[in-house]
């Protein structure tokens, strides 16, 4: 399982969760007490293919933090915008990319700061990031999107608002 952390109801205290690579499946603690309870009380939800990624983040600046996945095989985005925990067409749901290859390891963040979580990358052939810092979900030139050179290839990436900034 790999562990996820989320506002899944938009409350101010962030709860956990896990998404199952082998059955695709997500289990949300949507009351917070740390021990699964079951449907209605916690969330389950199987959203993403086989050999997608998990992200999550706040896609619409809502406060509520709902799934997405990153797709390394195509390097497609596809976030569940409107919180159902069905991946639906693009006109539904947000497909974001090409914004990454094979081999990177997605992250997500409010880069620019306005309420609204954003895509990119880590790079570990090149210890390079690449940031979607405008939000469109394509690769842009610098200054419109960010890339910067950190880390090692075999360091675990991890993101955070360091200085409280927002």
């Not at 706040?58 to 390394?72: A, K, N």
């Not at 309420?115 to 940031?131: A, D, F, H, L, Q």
């Amino acid at each position: 399982d790999i562990p996820v952390v989320g506002r899944w109801n938009g409350v101010a205290t962030p709860r956990i969760g896990v998404y199952r690579p082998s059955t695709r499946q997500w289990a949300l603690d949507l009351n917070g007490n740390g021990v699964w309870n079951g449907t209605p009380t916690d969330r389950t939800m199987v959203f993403g293919i086989a050999g997608d990624l998990p992200v999550v983040g706040d896609w619409t600046g809502t406060g509520i933090t709902r799934v997405g996945v990153f797709r390394p095989s195509n390097g497609m985005w596809y976030l569940d915008k409107d919180n159902d925990g069905l991946l639906e067409a693009c006109t539904i749901d947000i497909c974001q990319g090409p914004f990454g290859i094979n081999g990177d390891r997605p992250v997500v963040g409010d880069w620019s700061g306005n309420g609204k979580t954003k895509i990119g990358v880590y790079r570990p052939s090149n210890n390079r990031w690449y940031i979607d810092y405008n939000g469109d979900g394509k690769v842009n030139a610098v200054p419109t999107d960010r890339v910067w050179a950190f880390g090692l290839a075999t360091d675990q990436q991890i993101v955070g608002d360091w200085t409280g900034d927002g």
